[in-house]
């Protein structure tokens, strides 16, 4: 747990850095060379296949997470502007509901 806390607050620095450098959260060129470095640095006993599913949704969540921040600065900036908040647009798949996930009375230590 405490290392993806350490990479979310790495991805809300990095979102930082890339306001303020204008550069776009979603890199697909970036993302490949991070699946090939994957799936090279792998020595089992999860397939390529597998492992590479698990960075994707890694990144996806830490992309979701720069997205929210930055939206959250727009706000701010706009507010500050005394423009209102900038409308943000809801991710699919995002849930605060765990109850499913921990019936059988499973944890995800």
Same mark, same amino acid.
């Given at each position: 747990?405490?290392?993806?806390?350490?990479?979310?607050?790495?991805?809300?620095?990095?979102?930082?850095?890339?306001?303020?450098?204008?550069?776009?959260?979603?890199?697909?060129?970036?993302e490949?060379?991070?699946?090939?470095?994957?799936?090279? +640095?792998?020595?089992?006993?999860?397939?390529?296949?597998?492992? $590479?599913?698990?960075?994707? #949704?890694?990144? !996806?969540?830490?992309? /979701?997470?720069?997205?929210d921040?930055?939206?959250?600065?727009?706000?701010?900036l +706009?507010?500050?502007?005394?423009?209102?908040?900038?409308?943000? $647009?809801?991710?699919?798949? #995002?849930?605060? !509901?765990?109850?499913? /996930?921990?019936?059988?009375?499973?944890r995800?230590?």
């Amino acid at each position: 747990m405490e290392l993806l806390s350490e990479r979310a607050r790495a991805a809300q620095k990095i979102g930082h850095l890339k306001v303020a450098t204008n550069l776009p959260v979603y890199e697909p060129a970036r993302e490949k060379v991070i699946y090939c470095n994957v799936r090279a +640095a792998n020595k089992g006993p999860l397939p390529d296949i597998e492992l $590479t599913h698990i960075y994707e #949704r890694i990144i !996806d969540v830490m992309r /979701a997470l720069q997205r929210d921040e930055l939206a959250s600065e727009r706000n701010a900036l +706009a507010q500050a502007q005394g423009h209102g908040t900038v409308a943000e $647009t809801p991710r699919q798949g #995002r849930s605060n !509901d765990c109850s499913d /996930a921990r019936e059988g009375n499973r944890r995800a230590d």
